[in-house]
Every structure is written in structure tokens, then in C-alpha cells.
């Protein structure tokens, strides 16, 4: 596809041969991962062929951040959709994360110290005073 950032894609297969019909379904799938987060920097999936039993595990490397999911059941394309589902469920949650995480040098929080530094002092300095009525809180200088 057009613009689309390729990725490095590791597929090992232990006890068992990769077809390429299987490689092209997993390539198709672990696109729909790019959706969530467009800094992936690799992903490496791990296929297991034991005597009744398919595994698929995936490790994705996304900006300092590791993600890591399996899954097991008697057939390689159930296992690879299920865990291609557990991993789209720790990105979003991921990018969740990432957006709502609070930015140091946004203008809201830059706002927010200032008022908070500003109230903090006029409290401070009004801290022990008492006021006499008839005279204003405010004092005038000439």
C-alpha cells in the first residue's frame, strides 16, 4: 500500500515449516497493528508446532516499549488471529497511555503552575493577617 511505513517482520517457526500462504496471512494481519501506533520499530513472531498444539507468540518493539502476547489453541491461524487481537488490545491501550499522559511544556499546564505559584504566594503573604474592618485588604502606594 501507498505511504505505508514497512516494518521489520521476523517469523521464526520451530518444529514445524512455514508456508507461504501462512507468512502472507500473518503479513496481512500485523498490518492491521500500524493502525495504533505508526512508531513500531520491529515485530517478531514466534510460531510452535507441537504434537497437539499450535502456539504463536509476538513481540513488538514500539519507542523504548515492549509488548508481548501468545496464545494456544489446536490450530496456527486461530492462534495468530487470537493473539493479533490480545496485541491490538495492549496498543490501543498503549496509545491511550501515550495521549492522555500530561505534556510539561503544554500551554494548559504552563497556565495551571502560574495560577497555582500566583494563589500559593497571595496566600502566603496573607498568612497571620487579620483584617480591621473599614480598612481595604489592598495596599496603596504612593
Known amino acids: 500500500m501507498k505511504g505505508e511505513k514497512e516494518i521489520p517482520l521476523m517469523i521464526t517457526a520451530r518444529h514445524f515449516e512455514i ?10 494481519k500485523v498490518r492491521k497493528l500500524m493502525k495504533y501506533l505508526n512508531h513500531i520499530m520491529g515485530i517478531h513472531i514466534i510460531l510452535i508446532g507441537k504434537k497437539y498444539l499450535r502456539i504463536a507468540e509476538i513481540t513488538i518493539q514500539a519507542d523504548g516499549y515492549i509488548l508481548h502476547g501468545s496464545h494456544k489453541s489446536d490450530d496456527m491461524p486461530t492462534s495468530i ?18 495521549i492522555s499522559r500530561p505534556r510539561a511544556d503544554s ?9 497555582t505559584s500566583e494563589s500559593s504566594s497571595e496566600n502566603q503573604s496573607m498568612e497571620g493577617y487579620v483584617p480591621i474592618p473599614g480598612i481595604s485588604q489592598k495596599s496603596e502606594s504612593s
Do not use: D, F, G, W
Open 19 to 28: 508456508t507461504e500462504p501462512l507468512c502472507k496471512y500473518i503479513q496481512k
Open 107 to 115: 500551554k494548559q499546564s504552563i497556565i495551571m503552575k502560574i495560577m
Open 81 to 98: 488471529n487470537k493473539v493479533i487481537e490480545k496485541m491490538e488490545i495492549q496498543l490501543r491501550k498503549y496509545k491511550e497511555k501515550l
